[in-house]
């Protein structure tokens, strides 16, 4: 009978090691459960916050922030290169004004998790290398026709945004925005029509 109890003793002593260790199994496997769970969470979270993002919306973005580095980097180019006191004042203006745009486009985007271009495209970049060696007259009149191309395509590019874009944030920046690029384009017409009359004037005279 003593043999019996220390068997007995020893089964029930086996059995308290066995719930205690299957115990501590289904914690660990709740605890990676719980973990596995976390992270499909925030798998999902990240597929919604991309899913989120309109195409055309991160189109705009993209092109918009590329327009305003284009003329930001051009208007440097004018204080330093440019004869024309007018063009040299233009290009602060570009400076200025298409600075704060792309700050505020920025910011916007960045809180979107929207992705924002670092720098130029290589053919945007060649056209700023090629003006970087021009100076005098020569710079005012080639820089005055890019500034006019570019703003018509940022003016059509602004007015078809308010239209497509989803986003209702990046819509009223274009709505704010807009009026500022249809002066720049305004200005830009008219300098680059008196440069072109002058500059026709002094070869006539030739």
């Known amino acids: 009978m003593q043999s019996d109890k220390n068997i007995m003793k020893k089964y029930n002593h086996y059995l308290i090691i066995a719930a205690a260790m299957f115990a501590i199994s289904c914690g660990q496997s709740d605890a990676k459960k719980e973990e596995a769970q976390k992270g499909a969470l925030a798998d999902t979270v990240n597929t919604t916050d991309i899913a989120q993002i309109d195409v055309k919306d991160a189109a705009f973005v993209n092109t918009a922030t590329q327009g305003g ?53 290589k053919e945007m970049q060649d056209r700023v290398d090629s003006m970087a060696l021009k100076t005098s007259a020569a710079f005012d009149l080639k820089f005055m026709d890019i500034m006019v191309a570019a703003h018509k395509k940022d003016v059509a590019d602004f007015e078809k945004a308010s239209a497509d874009l989803k986003d209702p944030d990046l819509k009223a920046f274009v709505v704010k925005t807009l009026p500022t690029l249809k002066m720049h384009l305004t200005h830009a017409e008219d300098l680059n029509n008196a440069l072109n009359k002058k500059n026709n004037a002094n070869n006539n005279k030739m």
Do not use: C, W, Y
């Open 69 to 121: 580095m284009l003329e930001v980097q051009l208007g440097q180019l004018a204080q330093r290169n440019a004869l024309n006191q007018d063009v040299k004042e233009f290009g602060e203006m570009m400076v200025k004004d298409h600075q704060k745009a792309d700050g505020e486009l920025k910011s916007i985007a960045t809180g979107k998790k929207m992705g924002v271009p670092p720098s130029l495209g």
